[in-house]
Structure formats: structure tokens, C-alpha cells
């Protein structure tokens, strides 16, 4: 395989590398809760990080659109994991979840890694991919197929319920805990407000997906939280307040 190098390779990888970090770190805090869905989350956005290195890292557009398309185990599954996190980090998952429930919401990320990889046989997911060789490396651009538009409506009834609770908590805890919500929420945000801009075509570069590089922000944001603000350690759950 014919490797290109961009320094968007790097950054790509650093993302990656922080995520794998701040994972671990959060994976020490265990059992508090919180502690699985966000470690899984984190690894989620360290695997479509690094699957995004090697997708820019090689010209060969056949190559590029599988390792795209393997990057949906950590793509489809970020979602679900910030929505069950939220829930337990505010205090409601005993109340709202079961093993059964978060079955029931991995069920879409599921079809959707499944949708992906095997789209060949019938294009549900992307209609057809071009190559872009225009852009800072080259790249392709999908015409996005039904499925591609359920597995992203799905993906963001995911991340609005849990960021609009998430924000409630902040709103009515005391300041440590707001403070860590609001280093969570800027955690969160940032990879959304990417991802956004990259779906619809807005972003400064229209061939780059922003959204792994964000990740390295993210986690610097959780790993400053994890640090000044003794996230998983003290939690709102502990109060239940809300």
C-alpha cells in the first residue's frame, strides 16, 4: 500500500493517543459511575481518530472508503455511550437503564457498522464515493445512501437528550459539579459542532472531517476536568439532588 504523508497524519494520531490516555484514566476511577460508557466512549473516538490517520495516509480511494468504513465500530457507538453516560453521571441510570435498555440502544449502531461494511452489496449506506484530489491530501466524497441518514439522526437523539440534561445539571449544582459539567460539555461539544460542520459540507476544508482532530481538545478538556475538578471521583449522583 502507497503511504502519503500529511502533517494531518500526526494530528490525527495525537488525537488518538490522547484518547487512549484519558480512557485509561477514566478506567482507573472504576466503579464510580459513569466510568464504563465514558471509557467506552473515549476509546470509540481514539479508533475513529486512528482509523482516520491510515484513511488520509494512503491515495488509493478503494483503500480509503473500507477504512472508512471501518472506522463505524468507534463512530456509531460514541453516541450511545455519551447518552448512557450522562444518565449514570447525573444519578438516573438506575432508574433508566438496564442491560436490556442499552441493548436496545446499540441495536442502530450495530446495523449501521453492519450497514457499512458490507454497503457493496447494497448501497444503502453510501450510493456511490469520488475522489476529491483537490484539498490539502487526496480524499473522496460519498453521496450518502438512507441509512447513512438514519444512523445520523439517531446519533444526535442521542447526544441532544444527554447534553440538554447534561446542561440542566449544571444548572442546578453546586460549582464543582457545574464546573465539571461544563468542562464535559465542552468535551462534547466541540466533536459535535465538527462533525456538524463536516455533514453539511460547512467545514473551512469541505474534504476534511474535523471531527477526529476535536477529539484531542475533547480530551484534554476531560483530562483537565478528571484532574482539577475530581471528575469521576465526585460526582452529582452523590448528592441526588436532581
Given at each position: 500500500?502507497?503511504?502519503?504523508?500529511?502533517?494531518?497524519?500526526?494530528?490525527a494520531?495525537?488525537?488518538?493517543?490522547?484518547?487512549?490516555?484519558?480512557?485509561?484514566?477514566?478506567?482507573?476511577?472504576?466503579?464510580?459511575?459513569?466510568?464504563?460508557?465514558?471509557?467506552?466512549?473515549?476509546?470509540?473516538?481514539?479508533?475513529?481518530?486512528?482509523g482516520?490517520?491510515?484513511?488520509?495516509?494512503?491515495?488509493?480511494?478503494?483503500?480509503?472508503?473500507?477504512?472508512?468504513?471501518?472506522?463505524?465500530?468507534?463512530?456509531?457507538?460514541?453516541?450511545?455511550?455519551?447518552?448512557?453516560?450522562?444518565?449514570?453521571?447525573?444519578?438516573?441510570?438506575?432508574?433508566?437503564?438496564?442491560?436490556?435498555?442499552?441493548?436496545?440502544?446499540?441495536?442502530?449502531?450495530?446495523?449501521?457498522?453492519?450497514?457499512?461494511?458490507?454497503?457493496?452489496?447494497h448501497?444503502?449506506?453510501?450510493?456511490s464515493?469520488?475522489?476529491?484530489?483537490?484539498?490539502?491530501?487526496?480524499?473522496?466524497?460519498?453521496?450518502?445512501?438512507?441509512?447513512?441518514?438514519?444512523?445520523?439522526?439517531?446519533?444526535?437523539?442521542?447526544?441532544?437528550?444527554?447534553?440538554?440534561?447534561?446542561?440542566?445539571?449544571?444548572?442546578?449544582?453546586?460549582?464543582?459539579?457545574?464546573?465539571?459539567?461544563?468542562t464535559?460539555?465542552?468535551?462534547?461539544?466541540?466533536p459535535?459542532?465538527?462533525?456538524?460542520?463536516?455533514?453539511?459540507?460547512?467545514?473551512?476544508?469541505?474534504s476534511?472531517?474535523?471531527?477526529?482532530?476535536?477529539?484531542?481538545?475533547?480530551?484534554?478538556?476531560?483530562?483537565?476536568?478528571?484532574?482539577?475538578?475530581?471528575?469521576?471521583d465526585?460526582?452529582?449522583?452523590?448528592?441526588?439532588?436532581?
Amino acid at each position: 500500500m502507497v503511504v502519503q504523508y500529511t502533517p494531518y497524519v500526526l494530528l490525527a494520531l495525537l488525537s488518538a493517543a490522547i484518547s487512549v490516555g484519558v480512557a485509561i484514566r477514566v478506567w482507573q476511577r472504576r466503579p464510580g459511575p459513569g466510568v464504563v460508557p465514558l471509557t467506552l466512549m473515549v476509546l470509540g473516538a481514539a479508533w475513529w481518530s486512528l482509523g482516520y490517520a491510515l484513511e488520509i495516509s494512503t491515495p488509493d480511494l478503494e483503500t480509503q472508503v473500507l477504512i472508512a468504513n471501518l472506522e463505524y465500530p468507534g463512530i456509531a457507538t460514541i453516541p450511545v455511550m455519551w447518552f448512557v453516560f450522562v444518565l449514570e453521571y447525573t444519578g438516573r441510570g438506575k432508574k433508566w437503564l438496564s442491560r436490556g435498555t442499552v441493548a436496545l440502544l446499540l441495536i442502530v449502531p450495530f446495523l449501521t457498522i453492519v450497514m457499512a461494511l458490507t454497503n457493496d452489496y447494497h448501497h444503502l449506506f453510501r450510493v456511490s464515493v469520488t475522489a476529491v484530489t483537490e484539498g490539502p491530501f487526496p480524499t473522496f466524497k460519498s453521496v450518502y445512501g438512507p441509512f447513512f441518514w438514519v444512523h445520523t439522526a439517531y446519533s444526535y437523539l442521542m447526544l441532544t437528550p444527554g447534553t440538554i440534561l447534561l446542561i440542566v445539571t449544571a444548572l442546578r449544582m453546586p460549582k464543582i459539579y457545574r464546573r465539571q459539567a461544563i468542562t464535559l460539555l465542552m468535551g462534547a461539544g466541540l466533536p459535535w459542532i465538527a462533525n456538524i460542520l463536516y455533514v453539511t459540507g460547512l467545514g473551512p476544508i469541505p474534504s476534511l472531517d474535523m471531527t477526529p482532530f476535536s477529539f484531542s481538545l475533547a480530551g484534554l478538556a476531560l483530562g483537565w476536568s478528571l484532574i482539577r475538578y475530581q471528575l469521576m471521583d465526585v460526582v452529582p449522583v452523590a448528592r441526588d439532588i436532581i
